[in-house]
Nanobody, 113 residues
Framework: QVKLVESGGGLVQPGGSLRLSCAASGFTFSLYDMSWYRRAPGKERELVATITSTGGSTNYADSVKGRFTISRDNAKNTVYLQMNSLKPEDTAVYYC??????WGQGTQVTVSS
């Protein structure tokens, strides 16, 4: 069973920071690229960031570049998304994803004063 469990979301004020975690199980985590997606209400799900299986390369959406950092710890089967300088438009449900997984529960991030 492929399982991805997101956590770390919450309510934060504009300019604040949050670190999301995604715990993986049911597959050989170190063999797969991992991504973070987000879905804001009424909008299409968008790709936020991707990291290669070894962590050697990363890619970011233009909207988050310079503010978000994706990382992974293969020994812990976990991928992270560090989010800094958060903006109200970052408000969304955030999901981690890899090629053979479905969509999990996600974790809600709300940026508001």
């Amino acid at each position: 069973q492929v399982k991805l469990v997101e956590s770390g979301g919450g309510l934060v004020q504009p300019g604040g920071s949050l670190r999301l975690s995604c715990a993986a199980s049911g597959f050989t985590f170190s063999l797969y690229d991992m991504s973070w997606y987000r879905r804001a209400p009424g909008k299409e799900r968008e790709l936020v960031a991707t990291i290669t299986s070894t962590g050697g390369s990363t890619n970011y959406a233009d909207s988050v570049k310079g503010r978000f950092t994706i990382s992974r710890d293969n020994a812990k089967n976990t991928v992270y998304l560090q989010m800094n300088s958060l903006k109200p438009e970052d408000t969304a449900v955030y999901y981690c994803k890899m090629r053979i997984s479905g969509w999990g529960q996600g974790t809600q991030v709300t940026v508001s004063s």
